[in-house]
């Protein structure tokens, strides 16, 4: 669909609050609404082809008043005072998307409005009653407090997303319950074989054998370290920080008799003790977590932890340009304080932890095939899933689900594996590798 707009297309019923609101947001948007505007009085205004955008409440204008932008649409649509109506051939993704398009058509965010541009949105807030105190935050929105990325509040943020229930993720994720991106043969395999795929493409890459030590670190819900011990015969020890992880893990560690190969412990990463004492060491998606300061950590325990010789892989998310955690909608509301970087910079920061580089794996294209997957499951349960986490929280993942897999497809963000070993001892991996 283009991102052209027509107002060609508009009919003679605009009129009411949405056009005022259409007048008013004009020089903020750069010309036309981009899309077809309905607010809380059913009057509508903008293009008929375009997507359909109602403003159930005054609230959505407040919010968007007091934090303009992503923030404050982000607040309307979970709290559902915003809706993107799939209607006219166009669904969630569809409609961001366009408007996508059209502000990289228009060269948004430009510079700042005019004084009278200003005072025009003033007056037009004033006679609908937009002014006064903004609106209590969402209730799923994130507020986290201490010191950034101490153990305390690392365990806070990592809680407010990982324990809403095992039940929550399982009806979303694969029977493993990797949350983590997949490796798709072909666009048309399913979620549970990409993640098996990718669960033995790491296990090889560290060249797992029986009998063999590995240390998962940020182990999630122990896919990695099931299946390295149950198909590689590794004996894995696995960390996490959070809580309803460890119990689901532990419970399938002792359903597959794997008690004398896995352990998991609740343990923050910084305090895994062990030193030169793996044979291999691997974390899924997890230095996302650990902050811009604390990596230079993040890399030496990574280091220290695995034997000369031995090999490590990460498969991490990497980003470009100003939202490191991702924007203010991931950051307010699925994954506080995480921090991305581009690929290159988190090579370097894992040289200058002692780690010797060997491959970078770019898997860009394969996360946007497996949040396909999840958003499948997703809607297919969405019934349970509101039973279990309310209709606020289901519309958080709804937008976070098709937002990451627009970012993944529009090279925003990015999804590499990182594979390493450890300088000081001759090392197995081979010259010529197949994988």
């Not at 991106?181 to 993640?195: F, I, K, M, N, R």
Request: charged residues 25%.
């Amino acid at each position: 669909m283009t991102a052209t707009i027509d107002q060609r297309t508009t009919t003679s019923v605009d009129s009411g609050i949405a056009l005022r609101l259409a007048d008013a947001v004009r020089p903020f948007v750069g010309g036309d609404l981009p899309v077809r505007l309905r607010a809380w009085d059913g009057s509508e205004a903008g293009p008929v082809d375009a997507p359909l955008v109602e403003l159930r409440s005054v609230d959505a204008v407040r919010r968007l008043l007091w934090h303009p932008g992503e923030l404050g649409a982000a607040q309307a649509y979970v709290t559902g005072e915003l809706e993107v109506h799939e209607t006219g051939g166009w669904d969630l993704d569809q409609a961001l998307t366009h408007a996508f398009a059209v502000a990289r058509e228009r060269g948004l965010p430009g510079g700042r409005p005019s004084p009278a541009a200003l005072a025009q949105a003033v007056r037009t807030a004033v006679g609908l009653g937009a002014l006064g105190r903004p609106p209590a935050a969402p209730a799923s929105q994130a507020n986290i407090k201490g010191r950034l990325h101490s153990a305390l509040r690392d365990r806070r943020a990592i809680s407010h997303h990982y324990d809403l229930s095992n039940e929550f993720y399982s009806l979303i994720l694969e029977e493993s319950m990797a949350y983590s991106c997949g490796y798709h043969a072909t666009p048309d395999v399913s979620l549970e074989e990409a993640q098996r795929a990718k669960l033995s493409l790491v296990c090889t890459k560290l060249g797992l054998e029986p009998g063999m030590t590995l240390l998962d670190v940020g182990c999630g819900w122990g896919s990695l370290s099931l299946h390295a011990a149950e198909h590689f015969g590794a004996r894995v020890t696995g960390v996490t920080i959070a809580a309803e992880q460890k119990k689901f893990i532990d419970a399938r560690i002792a359903e597959r008799g794997l008690q004398d190969r896995v352990e998991i412990r609740l343990q923050d990463y910084r305090e895994v003790p062990e030193r030169d004492h793996f044979d291999a060491v691997s974390s899924i998606e997890m230095g996302e977590h650990v902050g811009e300061k604390n990596y230079p950590t993040y890399a030496e325990v990574l280091r220290r932890s695995v034997r000369p010789g031995g090999r490590v892989l990460i498969q991490q998310m990497s980003r470009t340009g100003k939202w490191p955690g991702g924007g203010p909608f991931i950051e307010s509301f699925i994954a506080p304080d995480m921090y991305m970087r581009p690929v290159g910079e988190t090579v370097a920061h894992l040289e200058r932890g002692g780690l010797e580089v060997r491959d970078v794996h770019g898997l860009r294209e394969h996360y946007v095939l497996t949040v396909a997957g999840w958003l499948e499951r997703f809607e297919a349960n969405v019934e349970r899933l509101t039973e279990l986490v309310g209709e606020e929280v289901v519309r958080v993942w709804r937008l976070y689900l098709v937002g990451g897999a627009m970012s993944f497809r529009d090279g925003r963000m990015g999804v590499d594996q990182i594979l390493m070993v450890r300088p000081g001892a001759p090392h197995t991996l081979p010259a010529v590798r197949s994988f």
